[in-house]
C-alpha cells in the first residue's frame, strides 16, 4: 500500500510522498526493522535489524530518527546517539522477550551471585543493559560468552533458547540461564520445524539469528533436530544475499513473517514459506502507516533514556560491538 486517506474524507494523498516530505522537513531519517509491514519497510530511508539500524542512527546527519520498530530497538538507538530526537510511531510497541525480565529481578540473580559475569542479548530495555557487563546479539554470543575466564561464573539472560544453545556450544557448566521466551518464537516449535523440514526434503531452512524469535530454530538445528547442512544461520543481510544464491526451489524461514516480504522481492523465483506462518509479531505490527505519519507530523512519541543509565547501557552496548562478529547487516 503506498496510498493512503489522511485528512478530510475522500482526501486522497500519497502517503510514502508525505511521509517523504515530511521528514525532509523535519530532518529526521526513518528507520524500519525487517519485521515491520511491507510499506513501511518499502518507504524508509533504511530498512535492516536493531543493532544494524542503531548503528545508522548513530551515524545519521539528521537530527531526529524516526525508529519503526519495537521500543527498545529505539531505545538502544538513542543509548548511541543521545545528542538526537529519537522518535517511534507507538510507544506501546513492546517486547515479550524484553520484557521477561527487569531490573530490580536483575539486580536480584546479581545478588545471588557475586561476582558473575552479565551478559544480556540485545532485546532488553535500557535499564536492564545498565546493569549488564556486556551485551551480545544471537551472532557473537558464543564468542562473548568464550572471552569470560572460565572460572567467572556467567548470568545469561533474558532468552533461554539463545542461553541454552550457548552453553551446549562452550560446555559451560557455570552458565545461568534467565528463562525468558518470545511468544513470537515459543510458536516455532521443534515438532513444527521438524515437521517442515520433513514435508520438502530439498527445501533449505534460513534461521535468522537476530530477533528472538528464532533462537528456538538455532537450538533445534544445533541439537540435530533438522540436518545442519540444510540450516543457514544467517543475519538479514547474509539472508537476502543467500536467497539470492541459493539453488534451491524452496526455503523454509524460521523467523517472523515479516522477513518474508524482503526475501520474496530478492529472489521472486524462489518459494519462501514460512516456518510457522501464525509467527506475526503483533508489537511489530502496531506500527502502522498512519502512525508513522503522525509520528512525522506531530513528532511523537519521543523517546527518553535517562542520561545515567544511557551511560551506563552505552558501555555493555560498545563491548558488544567489540567482540567477535556481532552480526547486523542489513
Ligand atoms: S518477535 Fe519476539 S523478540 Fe522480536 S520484537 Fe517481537 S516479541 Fe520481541
Same mark, same amino acid.
Given at each position: 500500500?503506498?496510498?493512503?486517506?489522511? %485528512?478530510?474524507?475522500?482526501?486522497?494523498? *500519497?502517503?510514502?510522498?508525505?511521509?517523504?516530505?515530511?521528514?525532509?522537513?523535519?530532518?529526521?531519517?526513518?528507520?524500519?526493522?525487517?519485521?515491520?509491514?511491507?510499506?513501511?519497510?518499502?518507504?524508509?530511508?533504511?530498512?535492516? =535489524?536493531?543493532?544494524?539500524?542503531?548503528?545508522?542512527?548513530?551515524?545519521?546527519?539528521?537530527?531526529?530518527?524516526? @525508529?519503526?520498530?519495537?521500543?527498545?530497538?529505539?531505545?538502544?538507538?538513542?543509548?548511541?546517539?543521545?545528542?538526537? +530526537?529519537?522518535?517511534?510511531?507507538?510507544?506501546?510497541?513492546?517486547?515479550?522477550?524484553?520484557?521477561?525480565?527487569?531490573?530490580?529481578?536483575?539486580?536480584?540473580?546479581?545478588?545471588?551471585?557475586?561476582?558473575?559475569?552479565?551478559?544480556?542479548?540485545?532485546?532488553?530495555?535500557?535499564?536492564?543493559?545498565?546493569?549488564?557487563?556486556?551485551?551480545? +546479539?544471537?551472532?557473537?554470543?558464543?564468542?562473548?560468552?568464550?572471552?569470560?575466564?572460565?572460572?567467572?561464573?556467567? /548470568? @545469561?539472560?533474558? *532468552?533461554?533458547?539463545?542461553?541454552?544453545?550457548?552453553?551446549?556450544?562452550?560446555?559451560?557448566?557455570?552458565?545461568?540461564?534467565?528463562? %525468558?521466551?518470545?511468544?513470537?518464537?515459543?510458536?516455532?516449535?521443534?515438532?513444527?520445524?521438524?515437521?517442515?523440514?520433513?514435508?520438502?526434503?530439498?527445501?533449505?531452512?534460513?534461521?535468522?539469528?537476530?530477533?528472538?524469535?528464532? +533462537?528456538?530454530? /538455532?537450538?533445534?538445528?544445533?541439537? %540435530?533436530?533438522?540436518?545442519?547442512?540444510?540450516?543457514?544461520?544467517?543475519?538479514?543481510?547474509?539472508?537476502? =544475499?543467500?536467497?539470492?544464491?541459493?539453488?534451491?526451489?524452496?526455503?523454509?524461514?524460521? +523467523?517472523?513473517?515479516?522477513?518474508?516480504?524482503?526475501?520474496?522481492?530478492?529472489?521472486?523465483?524462489?518459494? @519462501?514459506?514460512?516456518?510457522?506462518?501464525?509467527?506475526?509479531?503483533?508489537?511489530?505490527?502496531?506500527?502502522?502507516?498512519?502512525?508513522?505519519?503522525?509520528?512525522?507530523?506531530?513528532?511523537? =512519541?519521543?523517546?527518553?533514556?535517562?542520561?545515567?543509565?544511557?551511560?551506563?547501557?552505552?558501555?555493555?552496548?560498545?563491548?558488544?560491538?567489540?567482540?567477535?562478529?556481532?552480526?547486523?547487516?542489513?
Amino acid at each position: 500500500m503506498t496510498i493512503t486517506e489522511v %485528512g478530510a474524507p475522500g482526501l486522497r494523498v *500519497d502517503w510514502a510522498d508525505q511521509v517523504r516530505r515530511l521528514a525532509r522537513e523535519r530532518d529526521a531519517v526513518v528507520l524500519a526493522h525487517n519485521y515491520q509491514l511491507p510499506e513501511i519497510q518499502d518507504v524508509a530511508h533504511h530498512t535492516g =535489524d536493531s543493532l544494524a539500524l542503531s548503528r545508522i542512527a548513530a551515524a545519521a546527519e539528521q537530527s531526529t530518527i524516526v @525508529f519503526c520498530g519495537v521500543h527498545f530497538m529505539a531505545e538502544t538507538a538513542k543509548i548511541l546517539a543521545p545528542e538526537k +530526537t529519537v522518535l517511534i510511531p507507538d510507544a506501546a510497541a513492546g517486547c515479550s522477550l524484553a520484557d521477561s525480565i527487569n531490573a530490580a529481578e536483575l539486580r536480584e540473580w546479581k545478588a545471588q551471585h557475586p561476582g558473575a559475569v552479565v551478559v544480556s542479548y540485545v532485546n532488553t530495555t535500557a535499564e536492564v543493559k545498565a546493569e549488564t557487563d556486556v551485551c551480545c +546479539t544471537s551472532s557473537n554470543a558464543v564468542e562473548v560468552v568464550a572471552s569470560i575466564p572460565a572460572d567467572r561464573e556467567v /548470568l @545469561f539472560l533474558p *532468552d533461554q533458547f539463545l542461553g541454552a544453545h550457548v552453553r551446549r556450544i562452550t560446555g559451560r557448566e557455570n552458565l545461568h540461564v534467565w528463562a %525468558g521466551e518470545c511468544h513470537v518464537h515459543a510458536g516455532i516449535n521443534g515438532a513444527e520445524l521438524t515437521a517442515r523440514a520433513a514435508e520438502d526434503p530439498s527445501a533449505e531452512l534460513f534461521v535468522h539469528p537476530e530477533c528472538g524469535c528464532a +533462537t528456538s530454530a /538455532l537450538y533445534l538445528a544445533g541439537a %540435530g533436530a533438522v540436518e545442519p547442512e540444510r540450516v543457514k544461520i544467517l543475519s538479514t543481510g547474509g539472508m537476502l =544475499d543467500a536467497a539470492r544464491e541459493t539453488k534451491a526451489r524452496s526455503v523454509l524461514v524460521a +523467523t517472523e513473517v515479516g522477513m518474508l516480504h524482503q526475501l520474496r522481492r530478492a529472489a521472486p523465483e524462489v518459494d @519462501f514459506r514460512a516456518v510457522n506462518d501464525r509467527a506475526s509479531c503483533h508489537y511489530m505490527k502496531m506500527i502502522t502507516p498512519e502512525k508513522l505519519l503522525r509520528a512525522l507530523a506531530e513528532g511523537r =512519541d519521543e523517546v527518553h533514556v535517562d542520561p545515567d543509565t544511557a551511560e551506563r547501557a552505552r558501555a555493555s552496548v560498545r563491548r558488544m560491538i567489540e567482540i567477535g562478529r556481532p552480526g547486523g547487516g542489513e
